[in-house]
């Protein structure tokens, strides 16, 4: 059974910074891109950040390019999103995401077939 939960999300001021992290079991992580997501109410869930299987592939939704870096830490079955130079627009719930086949990169949401529960970041002006 795959399980992903997410940490790190919480409160933070327009302009500061939040590290999310997600840990993965029930599959074989190395094998896998994970993707980042976010879900701000009233908005579609929008795909902000994906990372290949060995970690040396990254996509960046243009909305975080520059501010958000994402990484993975194959050992530790966890992929990481850094948070920088956060701004209120960010606020959203955010969630980590695994393809449903191994081996594929896509930013498509309805590709991802196990999700995380989410946790929530909010940025205040």
């Known amino acids: 059974q795959v399980q992903l939960a997410e940490s790190g999300g919480g409160l933070v001021q327009a302009g500061g910074s939040l590290r999310l992290s997600c840990a993965a079991s029930g599959l074989t992580f190395s094998s896998y891109a994970m993707g980042w997501f976010r879900q701000a109410p009233g908005k579609d869930r929008e795909c902000i950040a994906v990372?290949?299987?060995?970690?040396?592939?990254?996509y960046y939704a243009d909305s975080v390019k520059g501010r958000f870096t994402i990484s993975r830490d194959n050992a530790k079955k966890t992929v990481f999103l850094q948070m920088d130079s956060l701004k209120p627009g960010d606020t959203a719930v955010y969630y980590c995401?695994?393809?449903?086949?191994?081996?594929?990169?896509?930013?498509?949401?309805?590709?991802?077939?196990?999700w995380g529960q989410g946790t929530q970041v909010t940025v205040s002006s």
């Open positions: 995401a695994a393809p449903k086949d191994s081996f594929l990169f896509t930013v498509v949401p309805g590709s991802y077939g196990y």
């Open positions: 990372i290949n299987w060995s970690g040396d592939n990254t």
